[in-house]
């Protein structure tokens, strides 16, 4: 692994450094070639920073601001009162070379217009979009996308989707000719709003892209694509729906590891289904976590807004794992194959 | 319970005959005071009807027709040549108040197609509806609405929506001012399509019905809201997303069964789990069944296209219930208060 550096919006969505900062010793400690330049108020930044050893804190970097994007804000308002914004330095320090990528838990929108106002779309890109891995349930992963970047999809925009989609599936999930599908409400080719059924029409005709047809709802754990393509608001409530589910039932689990005699039954049960176990945390946002901005000219990773230490810690290591793989790029070289 | 004739389709969806007849036969022994019209193929009915007691076969009646309408064919083309399909034939039965509902596992498209042009939808209603129930994870219920009836939708209609999702979960969960949630992908005012932005500021001008906000995917299991109101596409991705997740961690449950020196821990677990796994079933299309067209001027039943013999059982019972309780006239009382 060769060095890296990162640059970190550390005051974004509910979290804040009480999370954050832990997460990003966290992820320094699991990846010695990892430094970080953390964006945000020192004051609420160097208590955590205290006891901490110096091969670490070697490693970070604090550039003090005190401004942040509310959650709430709109994202034109946004964008017009982000300068000096902890989200806005962090997107500045990967345009200007300082860091190879970045990641934050703030407002999804206001990190998507300010991406593409410091970093550009890939040459040929007309919309970047929200891109995630699932669990299925035989162990793989599938990508999903666009999850919440975009509400209003052209056909055009699915098929740009699916291509990048595509790309992302070999070189994340290591796969040859990764199967596309569409989320759709039905398989027959009758089913769906015109734009998905255009976006079908596009993807039949192309030869490059392994395209398999419509995926319902009740298919997107059982791995039927690699690739499931969707506009951002459906692409949003679907993976939303699948974290409710999966974070219900862990609950469940974790409910009954209260009754202590019951406790034996619990860890016996646990070790039986520990594979499906650990699938389901995996569809759990708080344990695994990290959609990335794709499209782009530098790897922005968007952490869940109320993310645990664990999950903002796989945020930043999945970051480092795109900028070493130089995926960007990668992403730019694939879009002239199609 | 008074006397009652339902209608049944018992050709739609993939399931035919081998599944409707003995789902009949077992809404008929669980309901003494039900009479069912079998509108199929008797020669494929029949052999189902062997060995039956009389006090049942008593109870039947078959209406003999051979045409069909395929779950492939465009709704158009499907209303159109729908003369003397099972469907068709079905609905005049209501129609004619032969029968005081239908259930049909077919096209849902042509289902809402001819129950608007045969049954008419209640005065004042623009867009009937497919409604459904979800049980949360405290054991209660919440009804979700549109489930695929409409994909495009505007403010008005999903404010319409909301009067009915609200009468029908007064009656059916038997609440007062149930509180209402528009499906979106963030809580936040700003977030989502406009036409859900401009029918919370229509909800939030009524103070007859009781809106609560938005409700984001990961919250449909937790009981936030009584109603879930969102467009057609959208509540069709998220059910059917929800389903899947409900299926895969049921067969999780059902594979470990098959070792067999694992099954007293097994046992065990599944009881320790049972509350947790019977609302896990509910969600389970194989299990709980039936979506309601609302907003007609009578009770439309479709069932899950794949259902099993209890679904479709539940099915039958569900549009036996709200027919006795006179759903439809209750929801056209209702309307005037709004």
């Given at each position: 692994?060769?060095?890296?550096?990162?640059?970190?919006?550390?005051?974004?969505?509910?979290?804040?450094?009480?999370?954050?900062?832990?997460?990003?010793?966290?992820?320094?400690?699991?990846?010695p070639m990892l430094?970080?330049?953390?964006?945000?108020?020192?004051?609420?930044i160097s208590p955590?920073?205290?006891?901490?050893?110096?091969?670490?804190?070697?490693?970070?970097?604090?550039?003090?601001?005190?401004?942040?994007?509310?959650?709430?804000?709109?994202?034109?308002?946004?964008?017009?009162?982000?300068?000096?914004?902890?989200?806005?330095?962090?997107?500045?320090?990967?345009?200007?070379?300082?860091?190879?990528?970045?990641?934050?838990?703030?407002?999804?929108?206001?990190?998507?217009?300010?991406?593409?106002?410091?970093?550009?779309?890939?040459?040929?890109?007309?919309?970047?979009?929200?891109?995630?891995?699932?669990?299925?349930?035989?162990?793989?992963?599938?990508?999903?996308?666009?999850?919440?970047?975009?509400?209003?999809?052209?056909?055009?925009?699915?098929?740009?989707?699916?291509?990048?989609?595509?790309?992302?599936?070999?070189?994340?999930?290591?796969?040859?000719?990764?199967?596309?599908?569409?989320?759709?409400?039905?398989?027959?080719?009758?089913?769906?709003?015109?734009?998905?059924?255009?976006?079908?029409?596009?993807?039949?005709?192309?030869?490059?892209?392994?395209?398999?047809?419509?995926?319902?709802?009740?298919?997107?754990?059982?791995?039927?694509?690699?690739?499931?393509?969707?506009?951002?608001?459906?692409?949003?409530?679907?993976?939303?729906?699948?974290?409710?589910?999966?974070?219900?039932?862990?609950?469940?689990?974790?409910?009954?590891?209260?009754?202590?005699?019951?406790?034996?039954?619990?860890?016996?049960?646990?070790?039986?289904?520990?594979?499906?176990?650990?699938?389901?945390?995996?569809?759990?946002?708080?344990?695994?976590?990290?959609?990335?901005?794709?499209?782009?000219?530098?790897?922005?990773?968007?952490?869940?807004?109320?993310?645990?230490?664990?999950?903002?810690?796989?945020?930043?290591?999945?970051?480092?794992?795109?900028?070493?793989?130089?995926?960007?790029?990668?992403?730019?070289?694939?879009?002239?194959?199609?």
């Amino acid at each position: 692994m060769n060095r890296l550096t990162l640059a970190l919006d550390v005051m974004g969505g509910d979290i804040g450094p009480r999370i954050t900062i832990p997460a990003s010793l966290l992820a320094l400690e699991n990846d010695p070639m990892l430094s970080l330049i953390l964006f945000g108020d020192s004051q609420q930044i160097s208590p955590f920073l205290e006891n901490i050893p110096k091969p670490c804190l070697n490693r970070i970097q604090i550039h003090h601001c005190t401004r942040t994007i509310d959650n709430n804000q709109g994202i034109s308002y946004a964008l017009r009162r982000s300068k000096n914004t902890s989200m806005h330095l962090a997107l500045e320090a990967v345009q200007h070379g300082v860091a190879q990528g970045c990641v934050s838990a703030g407002n999804t929108g206001a990190l998507m217009g300010l991406s593409k106002i410091l970093l550009q779309p890939l040459k040929g890109i007309a919309r970047p979009a929200l891109v995630s891995m699932i669990p299925t349930v035989d162990g793989e992963k599938s990508v999903m996308l666009d999850l919440g970047a975009n509400l209003e999809c052209s056909a055009e925009n699915l098929y740009q989707f699916a291509i990048m989609g595509s790309i992302f599936a070999e070189h994340r999930l290591n796969l040859v000719y990764p199967r596309i599908g569409l989320l759709n409400i039905g398989v027959e080719e009758i089913k769906g709003h015109q734009f998905i059924r255009d976006a079908a029409n596009l993807l039949e005709k192309s030869t490059a892209l392994n395209y398999i047809g419509f995926v319902e709802g009740d298919l997107l754990l059982n791995g039927k694509a690699d690739v499931i393509v969707s506009d951002g608001f459906s692409g949003n409530v679907a993976l939303k729906t699948l974290e409710g589910a999966a974070k219900n039932v862990l609950s469940l689990f974790k409910g009954q590891s209260k009754h202590y005699c019951l406790k034996p039954v619990f860890w016996g049960m646990r070790y039986l289904f520990k594979t499906s176990y650990q699938r389901l945390k995996h569809i759990n946002p708080d344990e695994y976590n990290g959609a990335s901005l794709i499209g782009l000219s530098a790897v922005v990773v968007k952490s869940h807004g109320s993310a645990n230490v664990n999950a903002f810690a796989h945020a930043i290591a999945d970051a480092a794992f795109q900028a070493r793989q130089k995926l960007p790029e990668k992403i730019l070289a694939g879009l002239a194959r199609y």
